[in-house]
């Protein structure tokens, strides 16, 4: 059973940064594609960055492209994202999840193993 746990989340003021963490148990974690997706109370979870097995193509969505950074340690099974110049419209919880080769890199559907989430305020 594949393990999805996020960290680094909390409150900042606009402007801040954050970055968060998920780091994944199994011994394939190379094998497959991450992404990040969000879900601001009242509304649908949407797509925020994703990444290849490898790291070497990422893809954002238009809301946070040249602020955010998705980044991939395979050695440590783990994925990042460092969110850079934050606005309170940012405020969602953040997850992370596993994408098999093949899938839609911004469809929530692609993905079968999701983390639980955590929350990132950001105060005006």
């Known amino acids: 059973q594949v393990q999805l746990v996020e960290s680094g989340g909390g409150l900042v003021q606009a402007g801040g940064s954050l970055r968060l963490s998920c780091a994944a148990s199994g011994r394939t974690f190379g094998a497959y594609g991450m992404g990040w997706f969000r879900q601001a109370a009242g509304k649908e979870r949407e797509f925020v960055a994703a990444?290849?097995?490898?790291?070497?193509?990422?893809y954002y969505s238009d809301s946070v492209k040249g602020r955010f950074t998705i980044s991939r340690d395979n050695a440590k099974n783990t994925v990042y994202l460092q969110m850079n110049s934050l606005k309170p419209e940012d405020t969602a919880v953040y997850y992370c999840a596993r994408r098999p080769p093949g899938g839609i890199y911004y469809s929530s559907s692609a993905y079968n193993y999701w983390g639980q989430g955590t929350q990132v305020t950001v105060s005006s």
């Open positions: 990444i290849t097995q490898s790291g070497s193509s990422t």
